[in-house]
Protein backbone atom coordinates (compact mmCIF):
# COMPACT_ATOMS: atom_id res chain seq x y z
CA UNK A 1 0.00 0.00 0.00
CA UNK A 2 1.56 3.76 -0.54
CA UNK A 3 2.19 5.55 2.54
CA UNK A 4 2.04 9.13 2.45
CA UNK A 5 2.96 10.92 6.28
CA UNK A 6 3.02 14.18 6.90
CA UNK A 7 5.45 15.45 10.08
CA UNK A 8 2.53 16.65 12.10
CA UNK A 9 -1.59 16.24 12.54
CA UNK A 10 -2.36 19.37 14.70
CA UNK A 11 0.08 22.64 14.72
CA UNK A 12 0.40 26.03 15.89
CA UNK A 13 2.20 28.91 15.28
CA UNK A 14 2.47 32.65 16.06
CA UNK A 15 2.70 35.21 13.05
CA UNK A 16 5.56 35.72 11.23
CA UNK A 17 7.29 32.48 12.37
CA UNK A 18 8.41 30.93 9.49
CA UNK A 19 6.63 27.37 9.07
CA UNK A 20 8.05 23.86 7.57
CA UNK A 21 5.27 21.30 6.83
CA UNK A 22 7.00 17.69 5.86
CA UNK A 23 5.46 15.35 3.70
CA UNK A 24 7.24 11.60 2.70
CA UNK A 25 5.75 8.95 0.60
CA UNK A 26 6.95 5.62 0.19
CA UNK A 27 6.73 4.38 -3.19
CA UNK A 28 8.73 6.27 -5.50
CA UNK A 29 6.42 8.47 -6.67
CA UNK A 30 7.59 11.14 -9.28
CA UNK A 31 4.67 13.36 -8.69
CA UNK A 32 3.96 15.55 -5.40
CA UNK A 33 1.25 18.22 -4.76
CA UNK A 34 0.09 20.14 -1.33
CA UNK A 35 -3.59 21.42 -1.12
CA UNK A 36 -5.04 23.68 1.45
CA UNK A 37 -8.36 22.79 2.48
CA UNK A 38 -11.09 25.67 3.47
CA UNK A 39 -14.86 25.03 4.50
CA UNK A 40 -16.73 25.74 1.51
CA UNK A 41 -13.67 26.12 -0.60
CA UNK A 42 -13.37 22.61 -1.01
CA UNK A 43 -9.00 21.88 -1.83
CA UNK A 44 -6.79 24.05 -3.52
CA UNK A 45 -4.01 23.42 -4.90
CA UNK A 46 -0.57 25.39 -3.80
CA UNK A 47 2.58 23.44 -5.63
CA UNK A 48 3.21 20.64 -6.75
CA UNK A 49 6.79 18.97 -8.23
CA UNK A 50 6.99 16.52 -11.38
CA UNK A 51 10.79 15.40 -9.92
CA UNK A 52 13.34 16.25 -7.45
CA UNK A 53 14.53 19.98 -7.93
CA UNK A 54 11.65 20.90 -9.84
CA UNK A 55 8.39 22.58 -8.84
CA UNK A 56 5.73 23.99 -10.35
CA UNK A 57 2.89 27.06 -9.00
CA UNK A 58 -0.89 25.75 -8.33
CA UNK A 59 -3.45 27.78 -8.14
CA UNK A 60 -2.94 29.95 -4.72
CA UNK A 61 1.47 29.78 -4.64
CA UNK A 62 1.12 33.37 -2.76
CA UNK A 63 2.86 33.02 0.66
CA UNK A 64 4.24 29.94 0.40
CA UNK A 65 7.28 28.29 -1.27
CA UNK A 66 8.52 24.67 -1.77
CA UNK A 67 11.19 22.11 -1.52
CA UNK A 68 12.18 18.75 -3.22
CA UNK A 69 15.82 17.81 -2.52
CA UNK A 70 14.88 14.09 -2.38
CA UNK A 71 12.34 12.11 -4.89
CA UNK A 72 10.26 11.20 -1.64
CA UNK A 73 9.88 14.01 0.53
CA UNK A 74 8.25 17.46 -0.53
CA UNK A 75 8.15 20.19 1.78
CA UNK A 76 5.66 23.08 2.20
CA UNK A 77 7.50 26.35 3.57
CA UNK A 78 5.44 29.33 4.97
CA UNK A 79 8.15 32.06 4.97
CA UNK A 80 5.92 34.46 7.31
CA UNK A 81 3.33 32.91 8.81
CA UNK A 82 -0.28 35.09 8.76
CA UNK A 83 -3.88 33.98 10.13
CA UNK A 84 -5.07 33.36 6.92
CA UNK A 85 -2.96 30.88 6.14
CA UNK A 86 -4.75 29.03 9.46
CA UNK A 87 -6.07 25.77 7.42
CA UNK A 88 -5.84 22.03 7.01
CA UNK A 89 -2.77 21.28 4.62
CA UNK A 90 -2.69 18.39 2.60
CA UNK A 91 0.01 16.58 0.91
CA UNK A 92 -0.85 13.70 -1.72
CA UNK A 93 1.84 12.12 -4.60
CA UNK A 94 1.49 9.82 -7.52
CA UNK A 95 2.74 7.94 -10.53
CA UNK A 96 3.77 9.99 -14.13
CA UNK A 97 2.47 7.35 -16.10
CA UNK A 98 -0.59 6.80 -18.25
CA UNK A 99 -3.86 5.43 -16.44
CA UNK A 100 -2.45 5.65 -12.84
CA UNK A 101 -4.10 9.27 -12.42
CA UNK A 102 -4.76 8.50 -8.83
CA UNK A 103 -3.74 10.58 -6.03
CA UNK A 104 -2.93 9.17 -2.85
CA UNK A 105 -3.33 11.70 0.26
CA UNK A 106 -1.45 11.81 3.53
CA UNK A 107 -3.78 12.47 6.61
CA UNK A 108 -3.20 16.17 6.58
CA UNK A 109 -2.01 18.91 9.22
CA UNK A 110 -3.98 20.86 10.59
CA UNK A 111 -2.24 24.49 11.05
CA UNK A 112 -3.31 27.53 13.63
CA UNK A 113 -1.97 30.99 12.86
CA UNK A 114 -2.47 32.73 16.17
CA UNK B 1 -9.93 28.12 -9.69
CA UNK B 2 -13.04 26.52 -8.88
CA UNK B 3 -13.86 23.98 -11.63
CA UNK B 4 -16.09 21.79 -9.43
CA UNK B 5 -19.85 23.00 -8.07
CA UNK B 6 -21.20 19.65 -6.16
CA UNK B 7 -24.52 19.36 -5.24
CA UNK B 8 -26.48 19.09 -2.37
CA UNK B 9 -23.68 20.29 -0.11
CA UNK B 10 -25.18 17.81 2.31
CA UNK B 11 -27.22 14.76 2.11
CA UNK B 12 -28.87 12.46 4.83
CA UNK B 13 -30.31 9.17 4.18
CA UNK B 14 -31.01 5.93 5.78
CA UNK B 15 -28.70 2.52 5.49
CA UNK B 16 -29.99 0.58 2.49
CA UNK B 17 -30.96 4.06 0.73
CA UNK B 18 -29.31 4.75 -2.71
CA UNK B 19 -27.05 8.14 -2.42
CA UNK B 20 -26.62 10.55 -5.50
CA UNK B 21 -24.41 13.13 -5.85
CA UNK B 22 -24.03 15.35 -8.88
CA UNK B 23 -20.43 17.38 -10.23
CA UNK B 24 -20.57 20.07 -12.61
CA UNK B 25 -17.62 21.86 -13.92
CA UNK B 26 -16.65 24.45 -16.47
CA UNK B 27 -14.11 23.88 -18.66
CA UNK B 28 -13.27 20.27 -21.05
CA UNK B 29 -11.32 17.69 -18.92
CA UNK B 30 -9.32 14.87 -19.56
CA UNK B 31 -10.81 13.09 -16.84
CA UNK B 32 -12.79 13.38 -13.55
CA UNK B 33 -11.87 11.34 -10.23
CA UNK B 34 -14.12 11.02 -6.70
CA UNK B 35 -12.41 11.00 -3.45
CA UNK B 36 -13.94 10.57 -0.57
CA UNK B 37 -12.79 12.17 2.78
CA UNK B 38 -13.78 10.97 6.43
CA UNK B 39 -13.76 13.25 9.11
CA UNK B 40 -10.91 15.39 9.04
CA UNK B 41 -8.78 13.42 7.58
CA UNK B 42 -7.12 12.10 3.98
CA UNK B 43 -8.92 11.73 0.86
CA UNK B 44 -9.18 8.41 -0.63
CA UNK B 45 -9.49 7.66 -4.16
CA UNK B 46 -12.81 6.29 -5.07
CA UNK B 47 -12.97 5.73 -8.85
CA UNK B 48 -12.23 7.76 -12.02
CA UNK B 49 -13.71 8.12 -15.21
CA UNK B 50 -12.08 9.40 -18.71
CA UNK B 51 -13.74 11.89 -21.07
CA UNK B 52 -14.39 8.85 -23.46
CA UNK B 53 -16.17 6.94 -21.26
CA UNK B 54 -19.65 7.42 -20.56
CA UNK B 55 -20.60 5.51 -17.32
CA UNK B 56 -17.76 3.07 -14.66
CA UNK B 57 -18.46 0.73 -12.00
CA UNK B 58 -16.82 -0.16 -8.81
CA UNK B 59 -18.36 -2.16 -6.05
CA UNK B 60 -21.98 -0.30 -4.91
CA UNK B 61 -20.18 2.74 -6.88
CA UNK B 62 -21.29 3.67 -10.20
CA UNK B 63 -20.45 7.01 -11.74
CA UNK B 64 -21.95 8.85 -15.08
CA UNK B 65 -20.23 11.67 -17.49
CA UNK B 66 -21.96 13.84 -19.64
CA UNK B 67 -19.36 15.47 -21.12
CA UNK B 68 -21.82 18.18 -23.36
CA UNK B 69 -23.46 19.25 -20.29
CA UNK B 70 -20.19 19.49 -18.33
CA UNK B 71 -21.38 16.65 -15.20
CA UNK B 72 -20.66 13.88 -13.68
CA UNK B 73 -22.95 11.80 -10.84
CA UNK B 74 -21.79 9.48 -8.33
CA UNK B 75 -24.25 7.23 -7.08
CA UNK B 76 -23.26 4.56 -4.34
CA UNK B 77 -25.99 1.97 -3.83
CA UNK B 78 -26.95 0.11 -0.55
CA UNK B 79 -25.86 2.68 1.29
CA UNK B 80 -24.01 1.98 5.07
CA UNK B 81 -23.60 3.87 8.04
CA UNK B 82 -19.82 3.46 7.01
CA UNK B 83 -20.23 5.64 3.90
CA UNK B 84 -21.02 8.59 6.25
CA UNK B 85 -18.10 11.31 4.72
CA UNK B 86 -17.51 13.86 2.36
CA UNK B 87 -17.28 12.90 -1.34
CA UNK B 88 -15.03 15.41 -3.79
CA UNK B 89 -15.41 15.56 -7.51
CA UNK B 90 -11.87 16.73 -8.99
CA UNK B 91 -11.20 17.17 -12.73
CA UNK B 92 -7.85 17.17 -14.37
CA UNK B 93 -7.70 19.14 -17.29
CA UNK B 94 -4.08 17.58 -17.86
CA UNK B 95 -0.45 16.52 -16.28
CA UNK B 96 -2.49 16.08 -13.17
CA UNK B 97 -3.54 18.81 -11.95
CA UNK B 98 -6.49 18.54 -10.13
CA UNK B 99 -9.50 21.49 -9.47
CA UNK B 100 -11.51 19.75 -6.71
CA UNK B 101 -15.12 20.61 -6.27
CA UNK B 102 -16.79 21.75 -2.79
CA UNK B 103 -18.01 18.39 -1.84
CA UNK B 104 -21.06 16.59 -0.39
CA UNK B 105 -21.69 15.80 2.95
CA UNK B 106 -23.05 12.69 3.14
CA UNK B 107 -24.74 10.74 6.89
CA UNK B 108 -26.26 7.60 6.70
CA UNK B 109 -28.18 6.93 9.12
CA UNK B 110 -28.39 3.22 10.85
Known amino acids: DVKVTQSSRYLVKRTGEKVFLECVQDMDHENMFWYRQDPGLGLRLIYF???????EKGDIPEGYSVSREKKERFSLILESASTNQTSMYLCASSLVAEFQETQYFGPGTRLLVL | SQQGEEDPQALSIQEGENATMNCSYKTSINNLQWYRQNSGRGLVHLILIRSNEREKHSGRLRVTLDTSKKSSSLLITASRAADTASYFC??????????FGTGTRLLVSP
Open chain 2, 90 to 99: ATDKGFQKLV
Open chain 1, 49 to 55: SYDVKMK
